[in-house]
């Protein structure tokens, strides 16, 4: 509803290739601005720039593959037991608690749609089209809102792929969200 078949069918330029020295150097700087700036943020966007620095050295290739696999599965089983474990129906279902999940869906709603018009904004002063699908990507669902975006591209255009492009705003709404969340931290444990 946002974007017209037309906007749909903007193909983006080729993504220049990002250097092996980027590549390591984006976590590490990352991370030091983030330690000076909001060091709440630090432990919870460390461990993204830990993992993304295991990845791109390609120094421990064995334990960057077992975190990218069989780590992150059992940590995810394991978090959604103890979290399932300590749920009761009579404390989850309550007023409060759908009210947090409504408003996560808006919040979701609205950074989807913000992101779909930001890309239209910029197309007004860009001479590069961007095409406002990727502008929904920005959201912390990786991949998935990538994969979205791709997919109602391709839909459009077959020969659109819009993936690559979209992974860019994918893990800058991670990065916010982390950064969001430390902040957010700071101020409830303040309290």
């Given at each position: 509803a946002l974007t017209s078949e037309k906007e749909r069918k903007i193909r983006m330029v080729q993504l220049r290739t990002v250097s092996k020295r980027e590549k390591i150097l984006f976590p590490v700087?990352?991370?030091?601005?983030?330690?000076?700036?909001?060091?709440?943020?630090?432990?919870?966007?460390?461990m993204f720039c830990f993992g993304n620095l295991m990845r791109e050295s390609g120094v421990?290739?064995?334990?960057?593959d077992t975190v990218q696999n069989g780590l992150i599965n059992i940590v995810t089983i394991f978090l959604g037991l103890s979290v399932g474990a300590k749920l009761v129906a009579d404390k989850f279902l309550q007023p409060q608690t759908l009210g947090i999940l409504l408003l996560g869906v808006i919040a979701f709603g609205i950074?989807?749609?913000a992101g779909v018009l930001m890309?239209?904004?910029?197309?007004l002063c860009s001479k590069n089209k961007i095409n406002p699908l990727i502008g929904s990507a920005g959201v912390s669902a990786v991949p998935m809102a990538a994969r979205v975006?791709?997919?109602?591209?391709?839909?459009?255009?077959?020969?659109?792929?819009?993936?690559?492009?979209?992974?860019?705003?994918n893990v800058a709404g991670v990065i916010g969200s982390a950064i969001a969340a430390g902040v957010m931290l700071k101020y409830v444990l303040a309290m």
């Open positions: 700087v990352l991370l030091l601005l983030v330690a000076l700036l909001l060091p709440d943020a630090a432990p919870l966007l460390g421990v290739e064995r334990l960057s950074g989807t749609a890309a239209k904004l910029l197309n975006s791709n997919k109602v591209g391709l839909a459009s255009d077959p020969q659109n792929f819009l993936l690559m492009h979209a992974m860019g705003p």
